[in-house]
């Protein structure tokens, strides 16, 4: 893969009143490695791709955040990878017919020595098990344990971002934003009492490529008349995770996952998972 700059729109990076780094809507920087993952979303009566055993393939969806965790942990292994990415429209019955019969019919899932692993957490666990590269959940059992209760605390963050997203209520959106600012609260006070650029030391670990995908879309909320959480630390936080190469060769702005969000909202319309491509 070339990793080299190309000028593929006017773009510009916008820095937003409480720090935080954004794409702007007209502008990015694209770099090649980018624009790798943009291939189309495979859908009913698509081939299925040639599987050679022992190489690594991941089914993914360019916009999928527990994907995204996988994606972030295998780069952050340097791990080279095939990326597959599948057309999930299930209104529309859009799911290729050999991904169903293979899988949960969810991505992410690893395929390697004919082995297909689906679930974020499982995936991202096995790929720091079973290849060489840096550690990144720690080696301490008791710490590794401690960082997986603060991923169940920030899981529950979740649904408040989904309603907030979805619901098209101001009034349900906005307790749905308060609820959220709650509980990022232990999040933002375990990044302080760390005390390091990231959760995962001086470099980003495990915990920190399981949450970035959520901390990635919260600048979608100004596209619905609500700030961007402002928390000091966690503010430091998403700048110090926008520089790291893997966020910067994979994450999309926020006006990409807006307008990808946004099409859930007409039920009637097929989502179009391939609008970066067009
Ligand atoms: N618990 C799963 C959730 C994965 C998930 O919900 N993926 C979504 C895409 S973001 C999906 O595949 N949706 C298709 C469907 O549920 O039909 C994980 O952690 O991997």
Known sequence: MIFQIKMLKQYSVKIIKNGVKMFSSTSILRSESQLAWNTPHLAVGSAKPAIDPNKVYLYNMRFCPYAERAVLSLMAKNIQFENININLN??????????????????????????????????????????????????????KANDKVLLAIFDRLRPSFFKIVWSSDQDAKSVAYEDLCEKLKPIEEEYLKRGTAFFGGENPGMLDWLMWPWFERLPVFTHMNLPVPHFPGLNAYQQAMWNTEPVKKYGLSADEHFQFLKQFSDKTTPIDYDFLIK
Do not use: A, H
């Not at 899932?109 to 689906?118: G, R, T």
């Open 90 to 143: 299930f209104r529309q019955k859009q799911k290729p017919e050999w991904f169903l019969e293979e899988t949960f019919g969810q991505v992410p899932v690893l395929l390697y020595k004919d082995n297909i692993i689906p679930e974020s957490l499982i995936v991202c666990d096995l790929i720091d098990e079973l290849f060489e590269g840096p550690k990144l959940y720690p080696e301490d059992p008791m710490e």
